[in-house]
């Protein structure tokens, strides 16, 4: 239809979600690969669930099981949701022999791994290159080929490998005062571990949280990095998540097939997020071809964040499959407009009001032009479900931090 008065935006119900996110391994033969193992790892943006913006420190093997059984339940698993990776606190103790054990809230790795595999689902785990993890747990340092190996007999999928404590315990330790060599240690210490997951030989994602130090899209991809965090951690309130999103406008070229930038993991359903900044959320995740790890309470999932977790119309966005993140074009006033280019000659195109409402006396009015179209395109409005036409300059109504996102499916 063509869109000859404001479009206005499904209206938005604030909604408040609690917060409750405060914060003797067996070997065996490696499990074989679940079945839906990609040739390529990463081939598109991971998507799955992790526990640490929900859980933190609490997390144990009981709430990974159930997870895994909600991912499928719910029908996220079928939305594409396949990773439940385990974040901090599953560490033990090294033994005499090196061997790190967990601790008493995960008993069995192996077992729960082949337990999330059974799902049809992969497993991901944590740790770090300094000697402690950030919550204080044992991490990697001086046994990476160890862990890998490890890692590799559960059955394990994914790893988050976190900077943390290796920044005092080896770059502050052995070069104080020289910050561009305590970058090519942290670089090399990265490396280390990329080496010890392909010499264990199993195709482990592999996730690398520095917090964006030292252009990690610049080196990452080199030492077999299939994602970088760009940014410190996301907090689920929307500062935090639209200071994320401006920190991404000019890495789109870095991202692609096997290696994505990473603006940290999903929010969407904690804090007291409302509905538009939820959606938005997930609305810009997807247009940065951002991993989508959900870190939601699963178990306890309102139906309307269901809904937004798994648009297939958005997620089809994230994982197309030429990769290309989105750019941002420009900004009039409050409101910002990112595109990315998409298969088969398709683009979109999100319309973010970073600002307070903007009603029919002064609706914000696309440029078709800055967006490099011409004439009038037919779309998809993917939240709505409904098909609309852009035209030069249409004015278009938005609420507080919502997002108007579209799918033109042949951009001219
Ligand atoms: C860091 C990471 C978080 C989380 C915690 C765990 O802060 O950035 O994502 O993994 O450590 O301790």
């Known amino acids: 239809m063509q869109v000859s008065k404001p479009l206005v935006l499904a209206s938005v119900a604030l909604a408040s979600f609690s917060c409750l996110a405060q914060a003797s391994e067996k070997t065996g033969a490696a499990q074989a690969e679940p079945a839906a193992a990609a040739s390529r790892v990463a081939a598109t943006p991971p998507m799955g669930w992790n526990s640490w913006n929900f859980f933190a420190r609490k997390v144990t093997e009981q709430d990974i099981r159930n997870a895994a059984d909600q991912m499928v339940a719910t029908g996220m698993k079928d939305a594409g949701y396949i990773y439940i990776n385990i974040d901090d606190t599953w560490e033990g103790e090294r033994d005499s022999s090196g061997v790190l054990h967990t601790n008493s809230k995960f008993p069995d790795m192996k077992a729960l791994a082949d337990y999330v595999h059974s799902k049809g689902l992969r497993l991901g785990i944590y740790s770090g290159p300094g000697t402690k993890t950030c919550a204080g747990y044992a991490a990697s340092l001086d046994h990476e080929a160890q862990d890998a190996q490890m890692y590799a007999s559960w059955g394990i999928d994914y790893l988050k490998y976190d900077l943390c404590s290796f920044r005092t315990d080896v770059m502050g330790a052995k070069a104080p005062n020289d910050e561009a060599e305590q970058m090519r240690m942290m670089v090399a210490a990265y490396d280390k571990m990329g080496k010890a997951l392909k010499a264990a030989g199993r195709p482990i994602v592999y996730s690398l949280c520095q917090y964006g130090w030292d252009a990690p899209w610049e080196w990452a991809p080199a030492l077999g990095g299939n994602l970088w965090r760009t940014t410190g951690d996301v907090q689920a309130n929307w500062?935090?998540?639209?200071?994320?999103?401006?920190?991404?406008?000019?890495?789109?070229?870095?991202?692609?097939?096997?290696?994505?930038?990473?603006?940290?993991?999903?929010?969407?359903?904690?804090g007291r997020l409302t509905l538009a900044e939820n959606r938005s959320h997930f609305s810009m995740w997807a247009m940065l071809a951002a991993p989508l790890l959900a870190g939601n309470d699963l178990p306890n999932m309102k139906p309307e964040i269901k809904a937004i977790l798994t648009n297939s119309d958005v997620i089809a966005i994230d994982q197309d499959e030429l990769g290309h993140q989105a750019s941002h074009i420009y900004s009039d006033g409050e409101v910002d407009v990112w595109s990315r280019p998409l298969s088969g000659g398709a683009m979109a195109v999100a319309v973010l009001n970073a600002g307070s409402d903007r009603v029919a006396t002064h609706p914000f009015h696309l440029s078709l032009s800055k967006l490099g179209l011409h004439g009038a395109q037919k779309g998809k409005d993917l939240w709505s479900g409904q098909e609309v036409t852009l035209t030069d300059d249409m004015p278009i109504e938005l609420k507080s931090h919502d997002t108007l996102l579209v799918r033109i499916a042949s951009a001219k």
Do not use: C, F, R, T
Request: aromatic letters at 10%; a negative charge; proline letters at 6%.
């Open 239 to 270: 500062g935090s998540i639209y200071n994320i999103i401006n920190q991404q406008a000019g890495l789109a070229k870095y991202a692609g097939p096997g290696h994505w930038n990473d603006p940290d993991m999903l929010e969407v359903g904690n």
